[in-house]
């Protein structure tokens, strides 16, 4: 082989080369969509990171959260030192919505910790002291970044309530299936606010959800709260 000819093929092997990565990096990849609008488009599905909140790759007992920027990007953010929930439970026996004006006069708490997770049954079944009559109370700390009109739901077997600072803003207090989601909407001026969670269950069926509303601080409009959203004082 001449090496005129050597040298022509080896370029066109670089050229081939190049070509397919530049239109390899800058390819679209749709998952549920033919027409994707960015690198990776999902439509209609959720993306999950397998990985994520294992604790696999996080040193020193950091906590860390995703975030979406303004540009849209995911991103994995150190979470605040403060950022979640305390909880407290109680077994209580059956009873039929509990009297919670006082939280005193529960008595001593079955248990109580630190929480940082979804609002939903799986949270539920992990701290619940017991399969019947118990109540559990979250509470934290909600940041306004933007005043306006809040909305939260609330779907449980038994009952649950949401407060902000110290006022009603979800009444699903009483027995109950899971089929009915209740919702509450407030006014909240930008800053600091503090946010109650409270369910209660007496005999049968057990199931708490905790979700957002419309809200001006971009919460999705129907995903679950989240624990890391508030924080601790």
Known sequence: MSNLYCNSFWKL???????????????????????????????????????????????????YILGVES?????????????GLQYYTWDIGNVITPNI???????????????????????RSGIAPDFNGYI????????????????FNARSDDGTRIYIDDILVVENWFEQVATV???????LAQG??????WYYENLGFEFMQFTW???????????????SQFSVK
């Not at 540009?71 to 950022?83: F, K, Q, R, S, W």
């Not at 989601?181 to 006014?187: A, L, V, Y």
């Not at 600091?192 to 969670?197: D, G, M, N």
């Open 213 to 227: 509303g419309v809200n001006p601080d971009g919460y999705t409009v129907g995903s679950l709260m989240n624990a």
């Open 181 to 187: 989601t209740r919702s509450g909407t407030i006014n």
């Open 101 to 123: 004006d006082n939280p005193r006069t529960l008595g001593v708490t079955t248990s109580s910790g630190y929480f940082l997770a979804d609002l939903d049954d799986s949270a």
């Open 13 to 63: 092997v670089i050229a081939v080369v190049f070509f397919t990565t530049i239109q390899l990096v800058h390819s679209q990849v749709g998952i549920g969509t033919t027409n994707p609008q960015a690198q990776l488009e999902v439509a209609g599905g959720n993306v999950r990171l397998s990985s994520y909140g294992t604790g696999s790759q996080l040193s020193n007992n950091s906590v």
């Open 136 to 151: 559990l109370w979250f509470v934290g700390t909600l940041k306004v970044q933007n005043a306006g009109s809040f909305t």
């Open 192 to 197: 600091e606010h503090k946010i109650e969670f």
């Open 71 to 83: 540009d849209g990007d995911i991103v994995e953010t150190l979470a605040p030192d403060n950022a």
